[in-house]
């Protein structure tokens, strides 16, 4: 979203008051603070001329090859996590796939 909006030569103020919003609430998003909605992550995108694009795909366990861990035991961790670390979990992962979209994008 940062680099979006630098893209478009904008500054936090000036893409919060596009969205109706705060800039505080711009730069908690931008500093994984907080994690947003497909929803409200599309209404940002919006409010540059951008549109973003979310595609599903089915996951494949393979066996562990070097060390790392199946998905069954990713599953298995994950239900082994307090409600705050998979909350943090969820927004790291949250921002990689963000990350990954940007950069799957042309």
Do not use: C, W
């Amino acid at each position: 979203m940062r680099e979006a909006r630098r893209r478009h030569g904008l500054d936090q103020a000036e893409l919060a008051r596009r969205l109706g919003t705060a800039q505080p609430a711009v730069s908690r998003i931008e500093r994984d603070v907080v994690s947003p909605s497909i929803e409200t992550l599309n209404r940002i995108f919006e409010a540059m001329g951008e549109t973003i694009s979310v595609r599903a795909s089915p996951v494949v366990e393979s066996p562990p090859a070097g060390g790392n861990q199946s998905i069954a035991e990713l599953r298995a961790d994950y239900r082994d996590l307090t409600a705050e670390e998979r909350l943090a979990q969820a927004a790291r992962l949250s921002k990689a796939a963000t990350e990954l979209a940007a950069q799957a994008e042309p």
